[in-house]
């Protein structure tokens, strides 16, 4: 019995220590303290009696101040005074607390909603593309699926960089940056999507996200991996490619996702083959494609500028696009001269047996396996 008594009194101190650590605890020993200070300094100056001396407290905290009961020493009136003060700025600071305690909670309840939305939208996703990295190369690739209307996943484990990819996928913020030429005042511009959270960036920007490490399976496996298209490394470091490629190899026989593609990116091309290695099925090089565009625009301006009408500039919808011949009726077996009158679109190559034809003669008979690719608006 004795044992029972000490370990309940044990446990007792244990939960009254930690509850004095929380926000509720930080309110209500200060509040329990100035009371039996009020109430044994009423009683030793005042010569009151406990009851009247806890009356005469209560009221002076709650500012009710009846006057049935008042100091007539003026040690009690001084201490009335002090007391008096420091109650009032008690009271006033758990006020505050209190209104602060409230609003980070109703804020923490809302994130918790916004992030349940967030996460049954992604549950729901079908036929989705997965990026991992929100580097200037992920949010540009997730800006032409934007433009594709094709659904994706942007995962990113830093706040900061992710925050500035949904600012570049942000329609309202981009068409600001666009304009900043227009504006004398540069300082006068206003982009009120820089002070938004995550999550309103997102919801306004229609963009699903993870703010995870994309090198873990387990993250990948919430991205939605085994009902992906596709899957896009797009880190900077070759290593961390790789790794998620692995990774992703790894799940997919578990989950059933044979016809997963993925694409990555490579920083150092010596690194090229290591990524095809892992499973890559392509494997692009931001360098390569920019030097190859600094190129034409300094060969052949013209084509330069085509490339920056169709990729860059806002409002042009005309991509290269590809469609099995097949999907048209009355094409299999007739000549390319055909092709524009039948789909009214300009055919530019023929893909037959995994070799392309560019520019294929207008007398060239279209077989029923030929995928022919077009410019096409999307």
Same mark, same amino acid.
């Given at each position: 019995?004795?044992?029972?008594?000490?370990?309940?009194?044990?446990?007792?101190?244990?939960?009254?220590?930690?509850?004095?650590?929380?926000?509720?605890?930080?309110?209500?020993?200060?509040?329990?303290?100035? /009371?039996?200070?009020?109430?044994?300094?009423? @009683?030793?100056?005042?010569?009151? +009696?406990?009851?009247?001396?806890?009356?005469?407290? /209560?009221?002076?905290?709650?500012?009710?101040?009846?006057?049935?009961?008042?100091?007539?020493?003026?040690?009690?009136?001084?201490?009335?005074?002090?007391?008096?003060?420091?109650?009032?700025?008690?009271?006033?600071?758990?006020?505050?607390?209190?209104?602060?305690? %409230?609003?980070? @909670?109703?804020?923490?309840?809302?994130?918790?909603?916004?992030?349940? @939305?967030?996460?049954?939208? #992604?549950?729901?996703?079908?036929?989705?593309?997965?990026?991992?990295?929100?580097?200037?190369?992920?949010?540009?690739?997730?800006?032409?699926?934007?433009?594709?209307?094709?659904?994706? %996943?942007?995962?990113?484990?830093?706040?900061?960089?992710?925050?500035?990819?949904?600012?570049?996928?942000?329609?309202?913020?981009?068409?600001?940056?666009?304009?900043?030429?227009?504006?004398?005042?540069?300082?006068?511009?206003?982009?009120?999507?820089?002070? =938004? +959270?995550?999550?309103?960036?997102?919801?306004?920007?229609?963009?699903?996200?993870?703010?995870?490490?994309?090198?873990?399976?387990?993250?990948?496996?919430?991205?939605?991996?085994?009902?992906?298209?596709?899957?896009?490394?797009?880190?900077?470091?070759?290593?961390?490619?790789?790794?998620?490629?692995?990774?992703?190899?790894?799940?997919?026989?578990? /989950?059933?996702?044979?016809?997963?593609?993925?694409? +990555?990116?490579?920083?150092?091309?010596?690194?090229? @083959?290591?990524?095809?290695?892992?499973?890559?099925?392509?494997?692009?090089?931001? +360098?390569?494609?920019?030097?190859?565009?600094?190129?034409?625009?300094?060969?052949?301006?013209?084509?330069?500028?085509?490339?920056?009408? =169709?990729?860059?500039?806002?409002?042009?919808?005309?991509?290269?696009?590809?469609?099995?011949?097949?999907?048209?009726?009355?094409?299999?077996?007739?000549?390319?001269? =055909?092709?524009?009158?039948?789909?009214?679109?300009?055919?530019?190559?023929?893909?037959?047996?995994?070799?392309?034809?560019?520019?294929?003669?207008?007398?060239?008979?279209?077989?029923?396996?030929?995928?022919?690719?077009?410019?096409?608006? #999307?």
């Amino acid at each position: 019995m004795f044992g029972i008594v000490i370990q309940f009194i044990r446990n007792f101190k244990t939960n009254v220590h930690g509850w004095k650590h929380t926000a509720a605890g930080q309110l209500v020993v200060p509040f329990i303290l100035l /009371i039996l200070v009020g109430t044994f300094g009423y @009683r030793v100056l005042e010569g009151w +009696s406990l009851l009247d001396s806890l009356y005469a407290t /209560i009221i002076t905290i709650t500012t009710v101040g009846y006057g049935d009961l008042s100091p007539q020493t003026p040690v009690g009136r001084i201490f009335a005074i002090l007391f008096t003060l420091i109650a009032i700025g008690l009271a006033g600071y758990a006020i505050s607390a209190v209104a602060a305690i %409230v609003f980070e @909670r109703q804020a923490e309840y809302q994130q918790r909603l916004d992030y349940q @939305r967030r996460m049954e939208r #992604i549950k729901a996703l079908n036929n989705h593309i997965i990026v991992c990295g929100a580097t200037i190369f992920g949010h540009r690739t997730c800006a032409e699926l934007q433009q594709n209307k094709k659904p994706f %996943v942007i995962v990113e484990k830093d706040h900061e960089t992710l925050k500035r990819a949904l600012l570049y996928l942000h329609d309202g913020y981009l068409k600001k940056i666009r304009q900043e030429h227009l504006f004398e005042d540069l300082d006068a511009m206003h982009y009120e999507e820089e002070h =938004m +959270s995550l999550e309103e960036l997102a919801e306004d920007a229609g963009i699903d996200y993870l703010l995870a490490d994309p090198l873990s399976e387990r993250v990948l496996i919430q991205a939605g991996l085994q009902k992906a298209d596709g899957l896009v490394t797009a880190m900077d470091d070759d290593l961390d490619n790789v790794a998620v490629i692995l990774s992703a190899r790894d799940i997919i026989p578990k /989950i059933g996702n044979e016809g997963l593609r993925i694409v +990555s990116r490579v920083s150092d091309e010596s690194n090229w @083959r290591r990524l095809y290695l892992a499973g890559a099925h392509k494997v692009v090089s931001p +360098s390569f494609i920019g030097g190859f565009n600094a190129a034409t625009q300094l060969l052949d301006q013209h084509t330069g500028d085509l490339f920056d009408a =169709m990729i860059i500039t806002q409002g042009t919808n005309l991509r290269m696009k590809s469609f099995p011949v097949n999907n048209w009726d009355g094409l299999v077996g007739n000549s390319c001269n =055909m092709f524009k009158d039948v789909t009214g679109m300009l055919l530019v190559a023929l893909r037959r047996d995994s070799e392309f034809i560019f520019s294929p003669g207008a007398d060239m008979i279209l077989q029923e396996h030929d995928v022919a690719l077009v410019m096409a608006e #999307i």
